[in-house]
């Protein structure tokens, strides 16, 4: 027996008991494994909690079995699939059959006995005799009752059913999901639909070919559209969706050579161009430049090709040229305004810009136009988090780290944090070690468990992942930030000093200046008063602006306790103007105290020249 059908046959056993969680873990193991299976699919549907879960997974499996009556019935159960005809039962065949004859053992027949025979007459007769009596009891008793009926009304009840009744279409808004988004989407996300329509003398594999293709069979479209290329070489859009076929199955080499057959067979096809540029993205050495003169060539034969205008703004976001990206986008939505990827690709953006409302705006339109778009679901968690909702941000997360393959590494860092910030610091542990055993070389998962470790007093350990952090990424300001502060946290304050020191030149901006000079002042507390204190002052020169008000207070906290002992030891070591300085101590016989040339053996060099000049 293989590794999947024993894991599978855990899941019936996981289900008999009663375990749902323990079915759920082990399908999203299956599921990782092997995408294509639709029982998987169908399977994971039965465990997940929510109803937009269940709708992705019954999709999936429809998708991968278009005959799999189960996934049929569950989507239009659920209201997202009309009914089917062919699934609806006559109602001469909804007949039960409630009564079941028994055989009887055959038995002996006892003799007649006439005695028993009449007494089985006389009670018979008395059953019927009841029987009338109850049957016209009512008649005989109706002058009686009519005076009482009008006490009674069934008005008030009939009212009362009728409003919920009447209500059911507020109530249940799942009605508009029969038409969903995303089967609209698919013939207007795809531009491309009308150089498609040209006629070919082998329609019938070309057509075949595209069914396939919707269904996600990409093996089987590529055959049907190559052996529609052997009977019309000259068509481009043959080889155009000959090179979606095969880039959307991971053939890269396959997909480019059918790109460019299509642009000699038609240096003119936009779709092309478009084409050659999302398989150089899909490459493992992506070539940007090229990859921006193809989309480029594309929008300038076509300036309707609206996908182009996508892969640019995702381009320019990726070069952090965000308004550019904005610009391409806008010009998207006049040509697709209702495509998901629309408000997704600007969510992204406007993250990128610190526009967090504007972001969640967004999000959550492209995850209510298309729930299939897994990259949407990550970006609302994200928008969610950046205003601050991190407990509402747990359900877009959890879908796409269960369903995404393979999910994008911050997802467990975003997990992770939206657990932590809802208290659950146990299940933001187990997610992020989760997440590092497999991949224990994802920067963002390690910060965060490091904080996690600090923020509960365990400073080695968190000093043990700042360091991991440091050797992932060396130049990492963050990384080298928190490693400071866990030091301090274990009193290691020289350490921590030396640590910030090293990052003082990439403290570009005011906010890492900021921070910068807050944690490098309280290292220097316990080393060097003075210099603490230039730090401390620099940190309230920055301003409330970009200093969170709680330092700032506590910046002038400390500079109270800290500058006024050694009120009289700074002039002497910062005495410029000595002309001013000498009238003042020249007259007083204070000069004569030793105390004062004492204390402070630095300072006596340029006191005593004042002191010798009377």
């Not at 986008?329 to 969510?347: K, T």
Request: charged share 25%; glycine share 4%.
């Amino acid at each position: 027996m293989s590794t999947s059908d024993s894991a599978f046959e855990e899941v019936f056993r996981a289900l008999e008991e009663g375990d749902r969680q323990r079915a759920r873990d082990l399908l999203t193991r299956l599921l990782r494994r092997d995408q294509s299976n639709p029982q998987y699919w169908l399977w994971m549907s039965a465990v997940v909690e929510t109803r937009k879960e269940r709708i992705y997974c019954l999709k999936e499996a429809l998708k991968r079995d278009p005959n799999n009556q189960a996934a049929r019935r569950g989507l239009t159960l659920l209201g997202v699939l009309p009914p089917d005809p062919a699934l609806i039962v006559p109602p001469r065949l909804q007949r039960r059959q409630w009564q079941v004859k028994i055989e009887k053992p055959a038995v002996q027949r006892p003799p007649i006995s006439y005695k028993r025979l009449a007494l089985y007459g006389l009670a018979a007769a008395a059953v019927i005799a009841i029987f009338l009596l109850v049957l016209f009891a009512p008649q005989l008793l109706r002058p009686r009752e009519i005076s009482q009926r009008p006490t009674i009304s069934f008005r008030p009840v009939i009212a009362e059913t009728s409003q919920p009744t009447a209500g059911l279409p507020t109530l249940t808004p799942t009605l508009r999901l029969p038409t969903p988004p995303w089967e609209g989407l698919q013939a207007t996300y795809t531009p491309t639909a009308a150089y498609v329509r040209t006629p070919h003398a082998v329609i019938e594999a070309y057509a075949i070919g595209l069914r396939a293709f919707e269904r996600g069979e990409w093996a089987r479209a590529a055959q049907y559209f190559q052996q529609a290329i052997e009977a019309d070489s000259t068509a481009p859009d043959l080889y155009y969706w000959l090179g979606e076929a095969e880039r959307r199955s991971g053939q890269i080499g396959a997909a480019l050579n059918a790109y460019n057959q299509a642009i000699r067979a038609s240096p003119n096809f936009a779709p092309a161009f478009l084409g050659r540029a999302r398989a150089g993205l899909a490459g493992s050495n992506p070539k940007i430049e090229d990859i921006r003169k193809d989309l480029q060539t594309a929008l300038s034969l076509d300036p309707n090709l609206a996908e182009a205008y996508l892969e640019l703004a995702q381009l320019d976001l990726n070069e952090e040229r965000y308004e550019a990206a904005l610009q391409n986008l806008d010009r998207a939505a006049e040509l697709l305004p209702d495509s998901p990827l629309v408000y997704e690709y600007r969510a992204r953006v406007l993250l990128a810009q610190g526009n967090a409302e504007a972001a969640l705006a967004d999000a959550q339109r492209a995850n209510q136009l298309d729930l299939t778009l897994l990259p949407a679901y990550l970006t609302l968690g994200e928008a969610q988090q950046a205003n601050g909702l991190y407990r509402q941000s747990i359900e877009p997360l959890e879908i796409y780290e269960r369903f995404a393959q393979p999910p994008e590494p911050r997802v467990y860092a975003l997990l992770g944090k939206a657990y932590l910030e809802s208290g659950e610091e146990e299940k933001a542990l187990r997610v992020f070690d989760e997440a590092l055993r497999l991949d224990r070389l994802n920067f963002e998962v390690v910060m965060e468990r490091g904080k996690l470790y600090l923020n509960r007093g365990d400073a080695q350990a968190a000093l043990s992942d700042f360091n991991r952090a440091l050797t992932i990424r060396p130049r990492s300001f963050e990384a080298a930030l928190w490693r400071s502060r866990a030091l301090l946290a274990l009193e290691a304050y020289g350490d921590a000093y030396i640590q910030l020191n090293k990052i003082e030149g990439d403290a570009v901006s005011n906010e890492r200046k900021a921070q910068l000079y807050y944690w490098r002042a309280i290292s220097l507390e316990p080393l060097n008063v003075r210099a603490a204190i230039n730090d401390w002052q620099r940190l309230l020169e920055l301003g409330e602006e970009v200093v969170p008000a709680e330092w700032l207070e506590q910046a002038r906290r400390q500079l109270s306790v800290l500058v006024t002992p050694t009120d009289t030891p700074p002039p002497t070591r910062t005495l410029t103007p000595t002309p001013t300085r000498q009238p003042t101590r020249t007259p007083t016989p204070t000069r004569t105290p030793p105390a004062t040339r004492t204390f402070t053996p630095q300072p006596a060099s340029p006191t005593s020249p004042p002191l010798s000049t009377p």
